[in-house]
T-cell receptor, first 115, second 118 residues
Framework: DSGVTQTPKHLITATGQRVTLRCSPRSGDLSVYWYQQSLDQGLQFLIQYYNGEERAKGNILERFSAQQFPDLHSELNLSSLELGDSALYFC??????????????FGSGTRLTVV | AQKITQTQPGMFVQEKEAVTLDCTYDTSDQSYGLFWYKQPSSGEMIFLIYQGSYDEQNATEGRYSLNFQKARKSANLVISASQLGDSAMYFCAMSSASGGTSYGKLTFGQGTILTVHP
C-alpha cells in the first residue's frame, strides 16, 4: 500500500456518460496530481492541486474538471465521455517541501474503459 | 517547457547482464529533479531512483544507478545483474520546483519496454 488510495480501480461506462474518480493522498501530503496514461499519448499531466487550490494545469480537456476538498482528497470528473478517454488515470501526492526522490507517491490507478 | 526523450521503445537483455536505458531532457530551469519509475504489467508506478540537478555524485539504489551527465542533459538508468522480474516499462521523468514548493508536476518520457531473457 503506497499510502495513496484511488477508487474505483476499474470503471466501465458508455459514451456520453459522466464519471468521478477519487483520490486520497498520503497522510501529510498537501499536493495532488492527476495523470492520464493512454497508449497513444503516453503519460500526460492533467492538473495539480495544492492545499485546496489549483496550482498547475496541463493537457486537461474542458470536459474534465477536478477539485481538492478541505480534507485534501481530490476528485477528477470526466463528462461527455468518448472512446478516446479510455485510459489509466493516476493520482499522485507530494508534500510541500522536502528533498529526494520519494516525494511523489502514486496510487494504483483507475482503469477507465469507455464503450 | 520541459521535455523528456526516451529513444528506445524496447530493449532486450540477458538475465544477469547489465542494461542501460537512455534518457535525455530539456529544461531552462536551474533546479530540477530527475526520476526513474518502473511500471510492471500490473500497472502501478514504482519509484526506482532520483537525481537532483545539483547532486555531484551519480545516484545509486541497489542494482540501479543513474548516469547523470548534466552538460549533455542525459540521465541514463543502468540496471546491473538483470533479473526476470525487471521486465517492465521504464519511465524517465523530470520535475521542477513550483510556486514555493519543492515539487511541481512530473513530465514523463514515452517509456522503454525492457524484456529480460533467461
Amino acid at each position: 500500500d503506497s499510502g495513496v488510495t484511488q477508487t474505483p480501480k476499474h470503471l466501465i461506462t458508455a459514451t456520453g456518460q459522466r464519471v468521478t474518480l477519487r483520490c486520497s493522498p498520503r497522510s501529510g501530503d498537501l499536493s495532488v496530481y492527476w495523470y492520464q496514461q493512454s497508449l497513444d499519448q503516453g503519460l500526460q499531466f492533467l492538473i495539480q492541486y495544492y492545499n485546496g487550490e489549483e496550482r498547475a494545469k496541463g493537457n486537461i480537456l474542458e470536459r474534465f474538471s477536478a477539485q481538492q476538498f478541505p480534507d485534501l482528497h481530490s476528485e477528477l470528473n470526466l463528462s461527455s465521455l468518448e472512446l478516446g478517454d479510455s485510459a489509466l488515470y493516476f493520482c499522485a501526492s507530494s508534500p510541500m517541501r522536502t528533498g529526494g526522490g520519494y516525494g511523489y507517491t502514486f496510487g494504483s490507478g483507475t482503469r477507465l474503459t469507455v464503450v | 517547457a520541459q521535455k523528456i526523450t526516451q529513444t528506445q521503445p524496447g530493449m532486450f537483455v540477458q538475465e544477469k547482464e547489465a542494461v542501460t536505458l537512455d534518457c535525455t531532457y530539456d529544461t531552462s530551469d536551474q533546479s530540477y529533479g530527475l526520476f526513474w519509475y518502473k511500471q510492471p504489467s500490473s500497472g502501478e508506478m514504482i519509484f526506482l531512483i532520483y537525481q537532483g540537478s545539483y547532486d555531484e555524485q551519480n545516484a545509486t539504489e541497489g542494482r540501479y544507478s543513474l548516469n547523470f551527465q548534466k552538460a549533455r542533459k542525459s540521465a541514463n538508468l543502468v540496471i546491473s545483474a538483470s533479473q526476470l522480474g525487471d521486465s517492465a516499462m521504464y519511465f524517465c521523468a523530470m520535475s521542477s520546483a513550483s510556486g514555493g514548493t519543492s515539487y511541481g508536476k512530473l513530465t514523463f518520457g514515452q517509456g522503454t519496454i525492457l524484456t529480460v531473457h533467461p
